[in-house]
């Protein structure tokens, strides 16, 4: 599976992930998409490395897209959870002065 595809699997995942993950969703639709689109370029780039299949099976099997929403969960988790560290830092330092 080419590059484009991923890309376009990355929007949909994006998407997808956004839903999925719980919590406030503290991004915007880009920042969404830019991360679908890494997570599903990561997370086909680690299932070829893991399962040693070339190009995962093609852009319309259900592994690919599970592969593609699961990537763009995990960096939306993150996401999340460095953001809201930064914006309880910034609040918790403030107000003890």
Do not use: E
């Amino acid at each position: 599976m080419g590059i484009l595809a991923w890309i376009i699997l990355g929007l949909v995942a994006g998407l997808v992930a956004r839903m999925l993950v719980p919590g406030k969703d503290s991004q915007g639709l880009i920042i969404t998409l830019v991360l679908g689109i890494a997570g599903a370029l990561l997370g086909g780039f680690v299932a070829t490395q893991v399962f040693h299949v070339a190009g995962i099976q093609g852009f319309f099997n259900l592994s690919t897209w599970v592969c593609a929403i699961l990537g763009a969960g995990v960096l939306l988790l993150a996401y999340n959870l460095l953001t809201s560290r930064r914006s309880s830092g910034r609040t918790g330092r403030a107000s003890r002065r």
